[in-house]
């Protein structure tokens, strides 16, 4: 039989391209493909694999007639147009659950990170001025988690520990697991009303895209963290700016942002703010993330191939 074609368009981990070789499938690596050139070629393959880097959009996509399976190492499928994709019979695969335990140590860090001021105390120590902030405990404050899914689950059982109440917003309410931290389903205004820290762990989709928009920002408690490891999406940024600014909202702390690397003014202005913190999308990026996206993606591309 002929070999199967695989592009991957995104940087993964040398263990990917090392078992894909090992099989029967003719792999191209290109990790800094631009959507140009991705267009141009994509006809070619079978199997695309991809991060968050590159969007399959619908236009990209109907140039690839041969496509059958779109593998993404990782877990959001925001940057591919899966509606599309469907009434083309082009399968999507994950790697669902992978970096679980990454995402949740970095919603803890980010918030620790907030809440004693951090970064700006770092950087004010390296210039030589020696001075002492107050921050907050969050011990004996309460946590609320938009998206109470597996990183939520997993992100509250840490905050738990610590001495947090938690909060949870979710369109399915998952009782079992909110059991496990003995904490409540509320509605999005009660979360926002009465958490001290929020989580932002929603999967981005049609129906969470700017749940978090003037409406909502009124309704959170003053002086409250915001943490986003999910899509910045599903915050409208310029009011967040706005919330940010009054000092509503005492600090933001994210992974993920509008363009990445940013392109517009108001999203530069938004992240040079000292009380905001943002790194580069790095939520799966751990060693030991990095091996399971890997194994989960490959695993499930073989079952695929297989059915
Ligand atoms: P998950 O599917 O286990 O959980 C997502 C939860 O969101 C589910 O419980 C779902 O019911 C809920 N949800 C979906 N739409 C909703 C809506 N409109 N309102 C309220 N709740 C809604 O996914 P997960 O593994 O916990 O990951 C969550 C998200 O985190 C991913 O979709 C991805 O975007 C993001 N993520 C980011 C990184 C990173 O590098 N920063 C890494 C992994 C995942």
Same mark, same amino acid.
């Given at each position: 039989?002929?070999?199967?074609?695989?592009?991957?368009?995104?940087?993964?981990?040398?263990?990917?391209?090392?078992?894909?070789?090992?099989?029967?499938?003719?792999?191209?690596?290109?990790?800094?493909?631009?959507?140009?050139?991705?267009?141009?070629?994509?006809?070619?393959?079978?199997?695309?694999?991809?991060?968050?880097?590159?969007?399959?959009?619908?236009?990209?996509?109907?140039?690839?007639?041969?496509?059958?399976?779109?593998?993404?190492?990782?877990?959001?499928?925001?940057?591919?147009?899966?509606? /599309?994709?469907?009434?083309? &019979?082009?399968?999507? !695969?994950?790697?669902? =659950?992978?970096?679980?335990? @990454?995402?949740? $140590? *970095?919603?803890?860090?980010?918030?620790?990170?907030?809440?004693?001021?951090?970064?700006?105390?770092?950087?004010?120590?390296?210039?030589?001025?020696?001075?002492?902030?107050?921050?907050?405990?969050?011990?004996?404050?309460?946590?609320?988690?938009?998206?109470?899914?597996?990183?939520?689950?997993?992100?509250?059982?840490?905050?738990?520990?610590?001495?947090?109440?938690?909060?949870? /917003?979710?369109?399915?309410? &998952?009782?079992?697991? !909110?059991?496990?931290? =003995?904490?409540?389903?509320? @509605?999005?205004? $009660? *979360?926002?009303?009465?958490?001290?820290?929020?989580?932002?762990?929603?999967?981005?989709?049609?129906?969470?895209?700017?749940?978090?928009?003037?409406?909502?920002?009124?309704?959170?408690?003053?002086?409250?963290?915001?943490?986003?490891?999910?899509?910045?999406?599903?915050?409208?940024?310029?009011?967040?700016?706005?919330?940010?600014?009054?000092?509503?909202?005492?600090?933001?702390?994210?992974?993920?942002?509008? &363009?990445?690397?940013?392109?517009?003014?108001?999203?530069?202005?938004?992240? @040079?703010?000292?009380?905001?913190?943002?790194?580069?999308?790095?939520?799966?990026?751990?060693?030991?993330?990095?091996?399971?996206?890997?194994?989960?993606?490959?695993?499930?591309?073989?079952?695929?191939?297989?059915?």
């Amino acid at each position: 039989t002929k070999k199967k074609n695989v592009l991957i368009c995104d940087k993964v981990d040398s263990l990917m391209l090392d078992e894909l070789k090992k099989r029967e499938f003719d792999v191209n690596y290109e990790p800094e493909i631009a959507s140009m050139k991705l267009k141009d070629s994509i006809e070619k393959y079978d199997i695309v694999i991809l991060r968050s880097r590159t969007k399959l959009t619908q236009d990209i996509l109907e140039k690839a007639v041969n496509l059958k399976i779109i593998a993404r190492a990782g877990i959001g499928v925001d940057n591919i147009d899966t509606k /599309y994709a469907k009434s083309r &019979n082009i399968q999507v !695969i994950t790697a669902a =659950g992978s970096s679980t335990h @990454s995402v949740a $140590e *970095l919603n803890v860090a980010l918030a620790v990170s907030l809440a004693r001021n951090l970064i700006p105390l770092d950087i004010n120590s390296k210039n030589g001025i020696w001075i002492k902030d107050t921050g907050f405990e969050l011990s004996g404050k309460t946590s609320g988690i938009i998206g109470f899914g597996r990183i939520g689950l997993s992100t509250a059982k840490i905050l738990k520990s610590i001495g947090m109440e938690i909060l949870a /917003y979710d369109i399915f309410e &998952n009782q079992e697991a !909110i059991k496990e931290v =003995g904490g409540h389903f509320v @509605s999005m205004n $009660e *979360l926002l009303s009465n958490s001290d820290f929020i989580f932002i762990l929603v999967t981005l989709s049609d129906s969470s895209s700017n749940i978090i928009g003037e409406e909502q920002m009124k309704m959170v408690k003053s002086g409250s963290f915001l943490i986003n490891t999910s899509r910045s999406e599903v915050i409208d940024g310029r009011v967040l700016l706005n919330y940010l600014e009054s000092g509503r909202i005492k600090g933001y702390a994210t992974d993920v942002l509008w &363009n990445e690397p940013p392109t517009e003014e108001w999203e530069k202005t938004l992240i @040079s703010k000292p009380n905001v913190i943002v790194t580069p999308h790095i939520g799966a990026q751990t060693v030991e993330a990095q091996k399971r996206v890997a194994e989960y993606t490959l695993n499930n591309l073989f079952a695929k191939i297989s059915e």
